[in-house]
């Protein structure tokens, strides 16, 4: 199992830990359709990277994907039938080792704070999670509304009262910061802690020159001979990382289920692998119907998850607590499945990236997932230079309008935003119609897992409800993901596809 950078310590942003460069262009190599040489500027200085494959995120753990049975394979108690099961396939991702813990949520708003607190106060506010979700008509829980977010009693707990929108923009925060870590820690931009209102260090602006930050000697070359001599970072020079951003309904039920636990002979570096997965797990620990550790040892019943045994038993009885946790407990807490992964059932459900619909059969089988929309850079009419950063320093998007979007043949319609796609827009079969038969909307998603407060039915992977994405919950939280780039295995050293030799090996630059 391919480890996170930084071991199994929380998603500490601001580590010591060195993250090691993942490209030159000290090597050159010679184009294999042109003969002409790479990083030569006395060639034209086209700069390719020495790629040595993609680097592990701080919190992350990888999950490799392959073909699944996604839906409600257990007995559809509830009657919903809202997943129905079908299998799909997923590509291989990274995600994090826990859910999002206050003391994580605390530096993104401290960040917030620090940069845009004096002139725009309202994006503090928008970002602050709402506590008042621990309130109940007929329960004293006005200490969790006072101290759970604040308190350093509860930094490892996971953060809750954050809407869909909040999680979303998080994963956004966490990507430029992770970023913006490599390019120090690489030599390639200084530290600036004064960075303010628009001038932030944002992935996007960065790559597309619209941020420059503090010279450093230690700046990339422009190998370009008309070029300027330095310039920033791109993708394709192999540091900067994708963005971290929600799961995928499919990618977390997979994850979840954690299956690679079931093969019995899983590939190693002296053997292929057996492409069988000998039972599908009930819950995340095992295909066992048991909440409780079975082996006969120390552990020997005690409760593998958090959630609510019956009614009015939240923790069991003193001098024998079964979960040992009133509400939720520290992300670290119980077993991780056979991905790395804590706390996929129970403690609390978690948002994912779909839009809410009652009917799943019709999605793609490849990376299903509902809730496209597509946007575009806005840019300027005289020469289509991309349009100046927004005041909080970010570029600026726009949907991309039925001109553009009818080169995409696949679509019936010609709009950008896809959330009801076949499933309430005018090409519709189902003729869906919010406020007419349904109170779906394209603000109802998915959120998966079992809570602190759920009975053990729903830790089932399966399981799937929804709420508004401006809601917010107590038994709600979430956790990111990363894209894996390049082959579907973990390790770098490894390409994708099967090779015999001969010609069909990759070839060397």
Request: proline share 5%; charged share 25%; net charge neutral.
């Amino acid at each position: 199992m391919k480890r996170s950078l930084v071991g199994v310590s929380l998603l500490c942003i601001g580590v010591a830990t060195l993250f090691s460069a993942c490209s030159s262009n000290k090597s050159t190599g010679v184009s294999r359709v042109t003969g002409w040489d790479y990083n030569d500027p006395r060639l034209g200085g086209f700069d390719v990277a020495n790629y040595q494959g993609q680097q592990t995120g701080p919190g992350l753990t990888f999950v490799e994907g392959g073909r699944f049975t996604m839906g409600m394979t257990e007995e559809d108690l509830t009657l919903s039938r809202n997943n129905v099961p079908r299998t799909v396939s997923v590509s291989s991702f990274y995600m994090d080792e826990t859910e999002v813990a206050n003391v994580h949520y605390r530096e993104y708003i401290y960040w917030l704070s620090r940069t845009y607190g004096a002139d725009y106060p309202l994006v503090i506010a928008e970002a602050m999670p709402d506590t008042s979700v621990w309130r109940s008509a007929l329960a004293y829980n006005e200490p969790y509304v006072q101290y759970y977010f604040r308190s350093a009693a509860y930094d490892n707990y996971p953060v809750v009262g954050v809407n869909w929108h909040q999680a979303r923009a998080f994963a956004k925060w966490r990507s430029d910061r992770v970023n913006e870590y490599i390019l120090i820690k690489n030599g390639r931009l200084k530290r600036n802690p004064n960075q303010v209102n628009e001038d932030i260090f944002d992935t996007e602006t960065y790559v597309n020159g619209q941020y420059e930050g503090l010279p450093t000697k230690g700046r990339k070359r422009d190998l370009d001979p008309q070029g300027s001599g330095y310039r920033n970072m791109r993708y394709s020079d192999g540091y900067l990382l994708p963005n971290y951003r929600l799961p995928t309904e499919a990618e977390w039920e997979y994850a979840a289920l954690g299956n690679i636990g079931n093969n019995p002979e899983p590939e190693t570096k002296r053997r292929r692998g057996e492409e069988v997965i000998t039972d599908r797990n009930v819950y995340p620990w095992g295909d066992a119907y048991t909440t409780r550790y079975g082996l006969r040892n120390s552990y020997q019943g005690e409760f593998l998850g958090n959630f609510k045994r019956g009614r009015g038993d939240a923790m069991g009885i003193a001098g024998a607590l079964n979960d040992n946790a009133d509400i939720t407990a520290p992300v670290f807490s119980y077993a991780p499945n056979a991905y790395g992964l804590y706390n996929m059932a129970g403690n609390v459900s978690e948002w994912v990236l779909d839009t809410y619909r009652p009917y799943t059969r019709d999605l793609n089988d490849f990376r299903p997932f509902r809730g496209n929309v597509y946007e575009t850079y806005v840019r300027l009419s005289e020469d289509n230079a991309l349009d100046e950063k927004d005041t909080l320093g970010h570029l600026q998007t726009r949907l991309m309008d039925s001109t553009e979007m009818a080169a995409y043949e696949a679509f019936d319609g010609l709009v950008a935003d896809l959330r009801d796609y076949q499933d309430g827009d005018s090409a519709s079969m189902y003729n869906y119609a919010y406020g007419t038969n349904t109170l779906i909307s394209n603000e109802a998603k998915v959120y998966k897992g079992g809570s602190w407060a759920d009975r053990s039915y729903y830790m089932n992977p399966g399981a799937r409800r929804f709420m508004q994405a401006y809601q917010a919950s107590s038994t709600v939280g979430f956790r990111c993901v990363m894209d894996r780039m390049g082959s579907p295995n973990g390790d770098n050293s490894e390409k994708a596809g099967n090779f015999f030799g001969g010609k069909g090996r990759p070839p060397r630059r």
